[in-house]
C-alpha cells in the first residue's frame, strides 16, 4: 500500500528546499494542518483520523478534491464525529501559501510524507488514533456522498484490526515488558512478531518510527533481511531533509550518526549524497567536492542525482564569484 523505501527519491524533490504537496486547510477550522496534535486529539476524541495529503496553490486534483468534497457541509456533517480532520499541506515554493507556514510545520509535514512514503497527490490516509495508516484513497468522482460511502468500506478494512493489534506487540516488544521468543520451539511466535512489525513499515507516523525499530530489533536483532539498515537510512534521511530546512547544525548531527560504509551501494551513495548537500549549504567546497567524488567512485547511482548535487555544488561557486 504504502512504499518504504521511497525517501531517496523524494529527498531529489526537495533538493531546493521544496515541501511535498497539499491542499489549503480544506473546510476551515474543521481541519487540523499539523499531525503530532491531531493525533493527540484523536486519541482523546477516541476518532480514527482522516489525513490528506495536499498540494493547496498547484496540484489540480487536490483543488478539485477540496472544491467538491472537502469544502461541502454534507460532506464534514458526516465525518466529524468520527474522524479527526488533517490537512498536511504542501504548497508551492515561496508562494503565498508556503510563506504562511512555519519553517517547522513544513518540517514536520515533511517528516510525515517520508513516513508514509507519500509518493502522488492528493493522497489520503485513513488512521488509527495511534496514526496506523490502514486505508488509503484519494480524488474520486461523485461529490460528497460517494466519498463518505468509500471512507465507510475502508474503516470497515480487516487492516485496521491487524494493525492495531500488531502495534500492540510493538509497544510491548519495544518497552522491554516481553523478551522476544528465541528460535526453535518459540519461533514461530518470532517469526509471526517479524511478519506483523515488517507490516507496519510505512504505515506508522515519524513520532512511532524509533518504536517500532526497537521493536524489531528485538525480533530480528541479527537483521536477517536488512531492514534495520533500511530503515535507519530512511529515518536518517526524513530527519536530514527535515533539519536542514530548520537547522544546519541538527542535520550535522543526523549526518554524523549515519555509519559510511552501510551495507548497500544505494545506502552509501545516499550518505556522500546527503553529506555533499550539507557541505554545499555550509558553503564548504572541499567537502563538497570530496563527497561528489566518493558518489562517483561507488558507480550504478542514478544519473539524476549527480546532476543535483553537481548543480548544487556549481551553484557555491557562481555564489562565491559574485561576492565581493
Not at 224 to 253: K, N, P
Request: with cysteine; hydrophobic share 40%.
Amino acid at each position: 500500500m504504502l512504499p518504504m523505501l521511497s525517501l531517496l527519491l523524494a529527498g531529489l524533490t526537495t533538493l531546493s528546499l521544496l515541501t511535498p504537496p497539499t491542499l489549503p486547510v480544506g473546510g476551515g477550522e474543521a481541519w487540523m494542518d499539523d499531525l503530532g496534535p491531531a493525533l493527540e486529539r484523536a486519541r482523546r476524541e477516541g476518532k480514527d483520523l482522516l489525513v490528506d495529503f495536499t498540494g493547496s496553490d498547484w496540484c489540480h486534483w487536490c483543488i478539485r478534491l477540496e472544491e467538491e468534497v472537502f469544502s461541502h457541509d454534507e460532506f464534514l456533517d458526516e465525518v466529524a464525529s468520527r474522524f479527526v480532520l488533517v490537512s498536511l499541506d504542501f504548497p508551492r515554493d515561496g508562494g503565498d501559501a508556503y510563506r504562511a507556514m512555519t519553517p517547522e510545520l513544513r518540517a514536520r509535514n515533511q517528516a510525515q510524507n517520508q513516513a508514509f512514503g507519500i509518493s502522488g497527490y492528493p493522497t489520503v490516509l485513513l488512521m488509527t488514533a495511534d496514526g496506523l495508516a490502514y486505508g488509503q484513497t484519494g480524488y474520486m468522482k461523485g461529490g460528497p456522498e460517494a466519498y463518505v460511502e468509500q471512507l465507510e468500506k475502508l474503516r470497515k478494512s480487516p487492516d485496521r484490526a491487524r494493525l492495531s493489534q500488531a502495534w500492540q506487540r510493538v509497544q510491548v516488544l519495544a518497552g522491554g515488558a516481553e523478551t522476544p521468543a528465541a528460535e526453535g520451539a518459540d519461533g514461530a511466535r518470532r517469526a509471526a512478531d517479524r511478519e506483523a512489525l515488517i507490516e507496519l513499515m510505512g504505515r506508522v507516523p515519524a513520532e512511532r518510527i524509533d518504536e517500532l525499530m526497537r521493536a524489531l530489533a528485538q525480533v530480528d536483532p541479527e537483521d536477517s533481511q536488512g531492514l534495520l539498515a533500511r530503515y535507519a537510512l530512511d529515518a536518517f534521511t526524513a530527519e536530514f531533509l527535515s533539519a536542514r530546512d530548520v537547522d544546519l547544525d541538527a542535520a550535522a548531527a543526523a549526518l554524523e550518526r549515519l555509519p559510511e560504509h552501510t551495507p548497500s551501494v544505494t545506502e552509501q551513495g545516499g550518505f556522500h549524497f546527503y553529506r555533499g548537500l550539507l557541505a554545499a549549504d555550509r558553503g564548504d567546497a572541499q567537502l563538497a567536492d570530496a563527497s561528489l567524488a566518493a558518489f562517483d567512485r561507488i558507480g550504478d547511482m542514478p544519473a539524476a542525482y549527480r546532476k543535483a548535487l553537481s548543480e548544487r555544488i556549481a551553484g557555491m561557486d557562481d555564489s562565491a564569484d559574485g561576492a565581493d
